[in-house]
């Protein structure tokens, strides 16, 4: 199984990006798939995410609003638009894979099997 996360970048505050997030090893459609995310010198947090039976997706309170998570399971794809970007949404943003975590799960790392390497997002003037 690989996740590979890209679409990262330097945007200004108030800016948008699109992270992707492509996954390959995994059966189509069967695994829930969400965004972490890790500041300097934080803890790896909860973005946004689905189980693998679920098309409604669950959201951090700081993000919610402003960013967007779906997938796209006929290209295992899991994507992450991100809107009206502020410096606390500074990090490296992380994609993760499970067939079998619960909603009440999604917000915790151990819950999750597969991580993709990260892709860094600045958001600076």
């Known amino acids: 199984v690989q996740l590979q996360a890209s679409g990262g970048g330097l945007v200004q505050p108030g800016g948008s990006l699109r992270l992707t997030c492509a996954a390959s090893?995994?059966?189509?459609?069967?695994?829930?798939m969400a965004w972490f995310r890790q500041a300097p010198g934080k803890e790896r947090t909860f973005v946004g995410g689905?189980?693998?039976?679920?098309?409604?997706?669950a959201y951090t309170d700081s993000v919610k609003g402003r960013f967007a998570v779906w997938r796209d399971n006929a290209k295992n794809t899991l994507y992450l638009q991100m809107n009206n970007l502020g410096p606390e949404d500074t990090a490296i943003y992380y994609c993760a894979a499970s067939p079998s975590v619960i909603r009440s799960s999604l917000a915790s790392q151990t819950a999750w099997t597969y991580w993709g390497q990260g892709t860094q997002v600045t958001v600076s003037s």
């Open positions: 689905f189980t693998a039976n679920s098309g409604y997706p």
């Open positions: 090893g995994l059966a189509r459609g069967r695994y829930g």
